[in-house]
């Protein structure tokens, strides 16, 4: 079975600073990879994904993240934050026909 | 495309009555999950099809909830009768089948139950 750990529940960050929200995974499968954002009061939308290739993956808002195969670790990554990446941000794998997630993180820009 | 779409957006309801939550994933997609959302548990699988059967429901809580997928464009999450600790946020997401394909998430229905 897969699973997600996200290490950090909460995460404050001032304006324009950078962040690095971390995920591992755990699989006996090669899987998919995927960051999800969820501002308040809205659904689950996706930041980006990893399916091959290129281990630096880049999204949307700015947001950018690394597979390690070794460390099993898909850490999200943003070079300067703003007040309106405040959000949960969720780290999910898909073994093709399921997907597993973590149990999110909170980002707060402090500005 | 007008993505996955969930209606209600809100629902309140006194404990024992019958809640019904529907949802239309994308045209084409051949998956079809429930999730549901609440502080104390996160995010929480309850049931998925793949092409209209279910797959998996061990995450249905209980004989209360129950989920259809009479056909490809819409699916129903049906609790009854429902209690105040089934107040949470249930969220619908479809994807494809293509290798790779990720989930869609439709923007929820927050049900409050007195």
């Known amino acids: 079975a897969q699973s997600v750990t996200q290490l950090d529940s909460q995460v404050p960050v001032f304006e324009e600073a950078p962040v690095e929200l971390r995920c591992n995974y755990s699989?006996?499968?090669?899987?998919?990879l995927f960051w999800y954002v969820q501002y308040p009061n809205q659904g689950l939308q996706l930041l980006l994904k990893?399916?091959?290739?290129?281990?630096l993956v880049k999204g949307i808002n700015g947001f950018e993240a690394e597979f390690n195969k070794s460390q099993t670790s898909f850490h999200l990554r943003k070079p300067s934050v703003h007040i309106s990446d405040t959000a949960e941000y969720f780290c999910a794998v898909s073994d093709r026909s399921q997907f597993y997630f973590g149990t999110g993180t909170s980002l707060t820009v402090i500005p | 495309d007008a993505g996955v779409i969930q209606s209600p957006r809100h629902e309140v309801t006194e404990m024992g009555q019958e809640v019904t939550l529907r949802c239309k994933p994308i045209s084409g997609h051949n998956s079809l999950f429930w999730y549901r959302q609440t502080m104390m548990r996160g995010l929480e699988l309850l049931i998925y099809f793949n092409n209209n059967v279910p797959i998996d429901d061990s995450g249905m809580p209980e004989d209360r909830f129950s989920a259809k997928m009479p056909n490809a464009s819409f699916s129903t999450l049906k609790i009854q009768p429902s209690e105040p600790r089934d107040s949470a946020v249930y969220f619908c997401?479809?994807?494809?089948?293509?290798?790779?394909?990720?989930?869609?998430f439709g923007n929820g229905t927050r049900l409050t139950v007195t």
């Open positions: 699989s006996s499968v090669s899987v998919y």
């Open positions: 997401a479809s994807s494809s089948d293509r290798s790779g394909s990720p989930l869609h």
């Open positions: 990893y399916l091959s290739g290129s281990t």
